[in-house]
């Protein structure tokens, strides 16, 4: 499969045409994202982290977040913080209104009661995003975030991820990684990989909770 550069770093004429959107860090410093979270590989991904002292800010999917509360709290016990990720990981370009305040403002008071805390920050589903669904998350009081390093590890290829990452990462970049089946088993080489060029470019990671504002 062969995936358009625009997909994995959106062009500057679209972030300047959805300025509302987060798109990029607010410092100096590397954000790190991480999709689809809880699943049955989050410990073992937060220990990853752990051995390189990364705090990121996970997306979950708010649906499996109810059965799985436990590792939200381990999520948010070990440093990290948690954004919304809608309820049922559909394309919300395609969804009507009542749908999308379902996914997008109901997720979040659902997330708010599993978490006791408030949630400020939302990932659509694979990027898809229109007028009517920015309009809901601003009206949700949540900011949507995107990207500008789309790192492709749900494609299973590692050369992927190491191309992506050379190319597009900068010293204010947002980063997406995932929680899901297709990227675990490349995850702990992909985070390797993106610590070793910010280490080589003299880049930092920053704390998501400064960086995404
Ligand atoms: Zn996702």
């Known amino acids: 499969m062969i995936y358009p550069k625009f997909w994995f770093s959106p062009p500057g004429l679209l972030r300047k045409f959805y300025p509302e959107i987060i798109w ?6 590397v954000v ?9 590989f989050s410990s073992k991904l937060l220990d990853i982290l752990d051995l390189h002292k990364i705090h990121a800010m996970f997306f979950v999917k708010v649906e ?5 509360a436990s ?3 381990e999520i948010l016990s070990r440093g990290h913080k948690i954004g919304n990720h809608s309820i049922t990981h559909r394309r919300l ?18 997330l708010e009661d599993i ?9 659509p589903p694979y990027g898809s995003f229109n007028r009517a669904v920015l309009k809901e998350i601003k009206l949700s009081g949540q900011k949507c975030v995107m990207w500008d390093v789309l790192s492709g590890d749900y494609t299973s ?14 010293s204010d970049s947002v ?14 080489e992909s985070i390797s990989f993106l610590m070793g060029q910010i280490f080589y470019l003299g880049y930092r990671v920053g704390e998501p909770a400064e960086c995404l504002n």
């Open 32 to 40: 790190v994202t991480i999709d689809d979270s809880p699943s049955d």
């Open 175 to 188: 980063t997406v990684f995932h929680d899901n089946k297709k990227s675990r088993n490349i995850f702990e």
């Open 93 to 110: 370009s395609t969804l009507n209104h009542d749908e999308l305040k379902i996914e997008i403002s109901s997720s979040k008071e659902r």
């Open 71 to 73: 590792v939200l709290r």
């Open 64 to 68: 499996e977040s109810v059965k799985h």
């Open 157 to 170: 290829d590692l050369k992927i991820v190491k191309k992506n990452i050379s190319r597009y990462l900068q």
């Open 24 to 29: 990029k860090s607010a410092k100096k410093e």
């Open 115 to 123: 978490l006791g805390s408030g949630v400020k920050f939302f990932r």
